[in-house]
């Protein structure tokens, strides 16, 4: 059995770190990367020395969260024996298969998270009323100010918290958006950042890419359950022609979500050389999608969640899905 430590414990535990391995989840968004290099900053501004890895790079939109620290977060980047001496801390992965590659490599004897559901693999702060990850980051950072332990947050760092927050909340319009999220937010806003461009760049601002992916999303929409249902299936071969980077694959379900009335959105894709599906599905009303991607061996939140499902074809990995979530329509 892991241990959950209290936010006073986990912020001891981060004191206490003087070299670390911060590990976040592969097909990084900007809660896990921004989360990651606030930490590695809390770190190396109480002294100590920290790297961020990921088992994807990351994509081009999200690379200024880690502007100014280091150019790759791929393992061959780090320094000769530094893994060997460092506690590895893990951000923003409910479980091991997350963190892809990477589990096998570097064993996390920490874990901070906000999903309620996974596989946990560490002793750490899990808290699932968290927006995101970036908020217990933050909360962190100030008990370690609250006790002195860190003489102030950058600016850098601040950017970093509030991107990851931001993100995970669509811009702080999600229903996992607390009073605590906003209170959290002004106090991040009060540091002087520019909120804006931030949200310009992690929404407004699509590669061509990712726009080539949102039109591909669009086309292949299906309606099911009278318009209850709204769903995306795409297989390798068309994410292939169209030139789609697999970083803008989360376009399917944006387009999914976005038709009106639509209670159950989900999408599926396989990549180029996977024998898997990969599935998404968000939720208004009744459903709980964490508890629908279970039955696939899959989780998430109750409004967000994924899943994969063993084989090829995209159809058929949609219908199951669609039966399954007929049952759970009411
Ligand atoms: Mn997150």
Redesign the pocket.
Request: no cysteine; net charge negative; hydrophobic share 20%.
């Given at each position: 059995m892991y241990k959950d430590l209290a936010l006073g414990e986990i912020t001891a535990e981060i004191a206490g770190v003087n070299k670390a391995l911060v590990l976040f989840h592969a097909r990084p968004?900007a809660?896990?990367a921004g989360?990651a290099f606030a930490l590695a900053d809390l770190i190396k501004d109480m002294g100590g020395e920290a790297y961020c890895l990921c088992a994807d790079e990351l994509p081009g939109r999200l690379a200024f969260l880690a502007e100014g620290d280091q150019e790759s977060v791929n393992a061959s980047s780090l320094p000769e024996g530094f893994a060997d001496i460092a506690r590895v801390i893990a951000v923003?992965s409910a479980s091991p298969s997350q963190l892809g590659e990477l589990f096998g490599k570097f064993k996390p004897s920490l874990m901070i998270?906000?999903?309620g559901v996974g596989e946990r693999y560490a002793d750490g702060y899990v808290d699932p009323f968290s927006a995101?990850?970036?908020e217990i980051i933050f909360a962190i950072a100030n008990e370690l100010k609250a006790k002195s332990l860190l003489p102030c947050l950058k600016l850098k760092t601040v950017e970093r918290i509030y991107a990851?927050i931001s993100?995970?909340t669509g811009g702080f319009r999600f229903s996992n958006t607390t009073s605590a999220t906003h209170r959290a937010a002004a106090e991040l806003l009060s540091y002087g950042i520019d909120a804006a461009e931030i949200n310009r760049r992690l929404f407004e601002s699509k590669s061509p890419s990712a726009l080539r992916a949102l039109k591909l999303g669009l086309e292949k929409m299906k309606y099911a359950c009278d318009g209850r249902v709204c769903y995306v299936a795409v297989t390798a071969d068309e994410i292939e022609r169209e030139k789609i980077e697999k970083s803008d694959c989360d376009m399917f379900i944006e387009a999914a979500r976005s038709a009106e009335g639509v209670e159950v959105a989900f999408s599926v894709r396989n990549a180029p050389g996977d024998d898997n599906c990969r599935v998404s599905v968000r939720t208004v009303g009744s459903v709980n999608a964490a508890d629908l991607c279970a039955v696939f061996g899959g989780g998430g939140h109750a409004r967000a969640a994924g899943c994969g499902i063993c084989g090829k074809d995209v159809c058929l990995a949609a219908e199951a899905v669609l039966k399954e979530t007929e049952r759970r329509l009411p």
């Open positions: 968004d809660d896990a989360s923003d998270d906000h999903h995101a990850t970036g990851a993100s995970d």
